[in-house]
């Protein structure tokens, strides 16, 4: 029960790594890959083999709301033909926390096998990804200062810089209950490999207005392991760093659980919970700490004093010693738990005809304390027996326009298939603030005919169901 | 709403799905190219941020105060923790191992056998004794009685000319170690001489056994001739004597006279009411010029005072009146040998004249002094090597009085490197928070001028005190310190104006606290402060063209 509440607990409060998004993915059926976005989903295949180690990769970027456009709002019009930068206003793009974050993820090995209502699947995934997260306070800091409006106010320099690297091994199933219920869930082994992880790096400056001393306070908390050897060494504990891809004592689980309902012939329902899970990390670990932590100083000036014989020099070392005192940092060398990014998805899906659907997919992750949502309606189509469309417009990250393309193409069983989340990022870069794009290729064999059937099989939303297996 | 959309889906169908994308494309493109030409309208940029941080945070007194402005005097306290200023000067006696010296020296005995003698040695051996008192010689005293040696080498000898064997022992029955007589044994053959030393240090050699009683010891000599069958020549004798090298003492005690071991003629500056506060009065209100005297001697002293006034600029010199012309100082006993006695006599208010004195503000005080050993009669006394009579003058300003009017001024030359970027300096904010604890209000004001002393601007407009009085009671006893905080603001403008300054005029002035609308005497201990904290606020701006 005690590792049943951490792990809720830790797969809630997500401060792992970076989430993927795949927006576009999650309704098409016609790609085995959307599994893994709802455990629930079922291909359109009888069974499915990826091809290894280009069945599926994803390359994913986003920011916390920062691009182009924004950064012009604080260019400002010194004449018609010459404009100046306000530096104080490039303060207004940022958002409290600003994060960015990248992630890949390579599948190595992908497939699954439907028998009658029951479907089995497994996949080998390496996965990657980097959240680094920087205070606006920093830059309010250097460019408004602290002693104009916001003398008084408290600036928190809160930093965040998470780097994980581990493989995935999964075994699925799902089943279509007799009815209008689908289920499944998802069984992950993890192995970590690397990761920095900042629980906390923060200091926090607050300028008295009486006197304009700085009281400061600070904290840290930052974990690391590698199976390589000591990303952070330390004197004591110096190792050498040599690269290993299949050696971790690093172990985790992790945990998809996805469900589906038909309401009607034209209106389906799902939701989805992804990586819920953690890893614990024993290999090579470094953690850093606060002596004291969330200690406070108050800098008041230089003190000279009647007594006092030393001079500058010595006063600032004092000062040193004294901050090293009460802000020293601490090393050890413990076991940490990372949590795994944990993911939502609830989506809503109408049946317009026999090729076309539209749907509407409400997407929810955390991170540092801080909850992302994002929205993306979508527009499913098939043309022909070949090819899957799905064009979406998803409103994520403070960005309202962001059009996703996912096609997926059929000849005979290969597949191959590209999935974007913000098609135009090439042709509007000054407006980019998120990108992600997975592809790759599949062996699909059963595919349902474009016979008329009505089936709810998936979160396509019951296109053409043929009960006969072979190829399009 | 359903048929909408269902007819756009058809829409779409027909419009070959391809224009979707080319739409697309087009308008990413036009994002594209419009934001190069914002960049390409991009000259310059503009930035204004306003920062604070704390300066320095002051804990001064007025010990700090004075060695600021001054640098000269002292600083001290009673035991009330009224502090004072101090002017002294020592005057002093040489050391005594300069005063006493023990030169190098040596002393010879030689003894011929008489027939008598011979021919008991003929028969077998003869034995000799021998008693000398052996003088030491010592420069510096009359009469040397004792000494305890700190160094020196003691060198005996004897120098057998005789044919013969012999041996026996040298005996110094005043000079002795842990209370033990030096004593050398020696066995030498014929025609050789016996050579021995021992240090001197630590040994006691007592000069007054002999019948002179003072600056003589004994030495006893017994030489034993066995008969070696060689007989006698003419001209045998035997040469008894010693040698003293590179001593020195610890202590030496006898008869030194009456010297006189200090003499002076000096004066004691008093800067306070020279330059730099010239104006104003500054009434101490219980000035007290002390003459103190350290002995660490076994000689009494008389000190003899001949001169003690003070040169006052309107009047000349102005005689301080009922000091003692002698004034005796006891020595130290010979049982407390090293330790100091001190002694001393006070002015004061009270018995002198000294408070008018100090009122006219004299610029020195002048005297002349002896130090006279044994000016009531010829004693014996000691002396030790470290012995040094020490005659201190001090002048003491106890802080308890009244400061009116009182103006310190000073002119330094002045840099402004640091503000050489002034041009992005839109104006500069200092904070002042202020806790004065003393019975004095500290006015301050600084000029900034040009080469050619020209005021180019001041620090305060209008002059303002930077802190006033702590509150004071009749009786002049601080009973609330002031408490303030403002801020003085520099703009641009003045800034601009400031940094054509190369020199800086300091005027300050610090009159005292007043008790219903008058100035009274008040009183300033180590224990009353000066806090300061400065805190400095400037807003930064630039607007750069590229």
């Known amino acids: 029960m005690k590792n049943f509440k951490l792990f809720i607990a830790l797969g809630l409060w997500n401060l792992g790594v970076s989430a993927q998004q795949n927006f576009t993915l999650y309704p098409m059926s016609s790609i085995p890959q959307a599994n893994m976005m709802n455990v629930a989903n079922v291909p359109d295949c009888k069974w499915h083999i990826g091809i290894p180690a280009l069945n599926s990769t994803y390359l994913q970027y986003s920011n916390g709301g920062f691009n182009l456009n924004k950064f012009f709002t604080a260019v400002e019009y010194k004449n018609s033909d010459t404009t100046v930068l306000n530096l104080n206003k490039l303060l207004d793009i940022l958002a409290k926390k600003n994060y960015i974050s990248m992630r890949v993820e390579q599948s190595w090995l992908q497939g699954g096998l439907k028998f009658g209502n029951h479907y089995f699947h497994g996949n080998v995934t390496e996965k ?47 089943y279509e209950l007799p009815g209008k219920l689908q289920v499944g869930g998802r069984l992950k082994i993890l192995k970590g490999y690397n990761i920095i992880e900042t629980k906390d790096l923060r200091l926090d400056i607050t300028t008295r207005p009486s006197d304009y001393a700085y009281l400061l306070k600070a904290n840290v908390l930052v974990n690391a392991s590698s199976v390589a050897g000591q990303i952070i060494p330390t004197d004591s504990n110096a190792t050498d760093f040599s690269p290993q891809f ?111 659907a539209v749907g509407a997919l409400f997407y929810g992750d955390f991170y540092n304390k801080r909850f992302y949502p994002g929205l993306t309606l979508n527009f499913q189509y098939k043309v022909g027996k070949a090819l899957s469309l799905n064009v979406t417009n998803t409103m994520y990250n403070r960005s309202w326009f962001n059009v996703g393309l996912g096609t997926s193409i059929n000849v005979g069983p290969w597949q191959v298939y590209s999935v974007m989340d913000n098609v135009l990022f090439p042709f509007a870069i000054s407006s980019l603030k998120t990108f992600s794009w997975r592809f790759g290729s599949n062996l699909t064999f059963g595919r349902e005919r474009s016979k008329p059937k009505k089936q709810k099989n998936s979160d396509g939303g019951g296109l053409e169901a043929p009960t006969d297996p072979g190829t399009i | 709403m359903l048929p909408v959309i269902f007819k756009i889906t058809v829409y779409l169908n027909k419009m070959k799905r391809f224009l979707f994308y080319g739409m697309a494309i087009l308008i990413a493109s036009s994002c594209v190219k419009d934001a190069r030409d914002k960049f390409e309208k991009l000259h310059g940029a503009k930035w204004s941020g306003t920062y604070a941080a704390p300066l320095v945070n002051v804990d001064l007194n007025l010990n700090d105060a004075v060695g600021l402005v001054n640098g000269f005097a002292q600083l001290g306290n009673y035991q009330n923790n009224l502090i004072y200023l101090a002017y002294d000067k020592k005057e002093y006696s040489i050391w005594g191992y300069e005063m006493v010296k023990i030169p190098d020296q040596n002393y010879n005995e030689n003894y011929a056998l008489n027939g008598t003698e011979q021919t008991t040695l003929t028969g077998g051996s003869f034995t000799l004794t021998k008693e000398w008192n052996v003088p030491l010689t010592t420069n510096g005293i009359l009469e040397a009685d004792s000494v305890y040696f700190s160094k020196g080498l003691l060198k005996p000898y004897i120098n057998n000319q005789y044919n013969h064997p012999c041996s026996g ?33 630590l040994v006691k050699m007592n000069l007054t056994q002999t019948s002179q009683n003072f600056g003589e010891f004994k030495m006893q000599v017994s ?33 030194f006279g009456s010297p006189n071991l200090v003499d002076a003629e000096d004066s004691l500056k008093t800067e306070i009411f020279g330059a730099g506060l010239t104006s104003g009065s ?31 600029p309107s009047s000349g010199a102005v005689n301080i009146t009922n000091y003692p012309a002698t004034f005796n100082v006891a020595a130290v006993a010979f049982a407390n040998a090293g330790q100091t006695i001190r002694d001393s006599f006070l002015l004061t208010k009270s018995n002198s004249n000294i408070k008018t004195v100090i009122d006219q503000k004299p610029s020195a005080i002048n005297y002349k002094l002896k130090a006279k050993a044994n000016a009531s009669g010829s004693q014996r006394n000691f002396i030790n090597a470290n012995s040094r009579i020490f005659v201190n003058v001090v002048l003491e300003l106890p802080f308890s009085g009244i400061a009116a009017d009182v103006v310190l ?63 004071v009671d009749a009786g002049g006893n601080v009973v609330q310190s002031f408490k303030d905080g403002y801020d003085v603001t520099f703009d641009r403008a003045k800034l601009k104006r400031i940094q054509s300054a190369t020199q800086l005029r300091f005027r300050a002035v610090v009159p005292t606290a007043s008790f219903n609308g008058s100035q009274i005497p008040v009183k300033i201990s180590t224990n009353q402060h000066l806090y300061i904290k400065l805190g400095v606020q400037t807003k930064l701006s630039a607007h750069e063209e590229f």
Do not use: C
């Open chain 2, 282 to 312: 500054v009434n101490f209100d219980d000035p007290r010029l002390k003459v103190t005297v350290d002995n660490n001697t076994g000689i009494p002293l008389e000190l003899q005072t001949s001169v003690l006034s003070a040169n006052v």
């Open chain 1, 128 to 174: 990657l990804g980097l959240r680094v997260s920087l205070p606006k306070d920093l830059f309010r800091f250097i460019i408004d200062g602290n002693g104009g409006p916001n003398l008084g106010e408290t600036f928190s320099f809160a930093f965040k810089t998470d780097a994980t690297h581990y493989r995935e091994y999964g075994i699925g199933y799902s």
């Open chain 1, 246 to 356: 299949f050696k971790s004592k690093n172990n985790g689980f992790g945990l998809d659980l996805g469900a589906a309902w038909q309401f009607n012939d034209k209106i389906r329902f799902s939701a989805s919970l992804i990586d819920l899970g953690y890893i614990k990390w024993t290999q090579n670990t470094t953690n850093l700490f606060s002596k004291n932590p969330n200690a406070g100083f108050t800098y008041d000036g230089i003190h000279i004093k009647s007594s006092d014989t030393g001079d500058y020099e010595q006063y600032v070392g004092k000062l040193i010693d004294t901050l090293l005192t009460t802000f020293g940092i601490d090393t050890a060398h413990r076991s940490f738990n990372s949590a795994l990014s944990t993911e939502f998805f609830l989506n809503a899906s109408y049946q317009i005809n026999k090729k076309a």
């Open chain 2, 409 to 471: 001024e000073d002119t330094a030359g002045f840099e402004v490197e640091s503000i050489a970027e002034v041009d992005y300096v839109d104006w500069i904010t200092f904070r002042v928070n202020i806790e004065n604890q003393m019975p004095l209000s500290i006015g301050f004001q600084g000029y900034f001028m040009d080469s050619a002393y020209k005021v180019l601007d001041s620090l305060f407009q209008p002059f303002r005190y930077i802190a006033n009085a702590a509150t």
């Open chain 2, 169 to 201: 022992t040298i005996t110094f029955p005043d000079v002795r170690l842990n209370n033990n007589p030096i004593v050398f044994n020696f066995n030498i053959p014929a025609y050789t001489q016996f050579n021995a030393d021992t240090l001197l240090n």
């Open chain 2, 223 to 255: 030489v034993t001739w066995t008969n070696s069958g060689q007989g006698f020549s003419s001209g045998d004798l035997v040469s008894m004597g010693l040698n003293i090298n590179n001593a020195n003492f610890n202590r030496i005690y006898g008869l």
